[in-house]
Structures are given as C-alpha cells and as structure tokens.
C-alpha cells in the first residue's frame, strides 16, 4: 500500500502542472536492503547523481557520513547539487 501511494506521488509530481524536482538522500547500496531501495527508487525514475556526498553531523556527537545522492526526474547540475548541500549545512 505505502508503495502505490508513495508511486502516485511521483506521477502528481511529474504532471506538468505541478511538476518540481526532487532530491532524495539514500544509504549507500552495501547490504540488501540498501540495494533494494536504491532499485525502487530507480523503478520511480529517480536517477542516482555522481558526486560525492557526506551528510552533514547536525549533532556534535555524530560525525558526517557518505550518502547517494538521487533526484527526479532528471539528474543536477553541479551548482545544484552544490546548492542543496549548502542548504544541507546552513539551514537544515
């Protein structure tokens, strides 16, 4: 159920009148279930963009860790990812 709700979000989301783009931070695909999530996502149309990305610590006693980023319905550009990972450490 969740699948088909989170599934008619993206169509919403893709029609042109509504249409905006989406940034999703997932784990790394290591371990099955981490490779099964990216596969759903990637089925949605969302595409896995290059670059290499370190979740900021929002707390002294974490630390930053590796994260893929994803986007739909297309890849970003360089500036936009350098954008939203900017937003990430300044106002999130």
């Known amino acids: ?44 149309g969302f595409m896995e963009n290059h670059y290499q990305h370190k979740h900021p610590a929002y707390r002294k006693q974490n630390v930053p860790h590796e994260l893929v980023i994803m986007s739909f319905p297309r890849r970003i550009s360089k500036l936009e990812y350098s954008q939203f990972n900017e937003y990430l450490k300044s106002d999130v």
């Not at 509504?18 to 996502?41: G, W």
């Open 1 to 44: 159920h969740e699948q088909r709700v989170f599934e008619d979000q993206i169509v919403a989301l893709n029609h042109s009148e509504y249409h905006c783009d989406v940034i999703l931070e997932i784990d790394p695909p290591v371990e099955s279930i981490s490779i099964r999530r990216k596969n759903f996502y990637m089925r949605l």
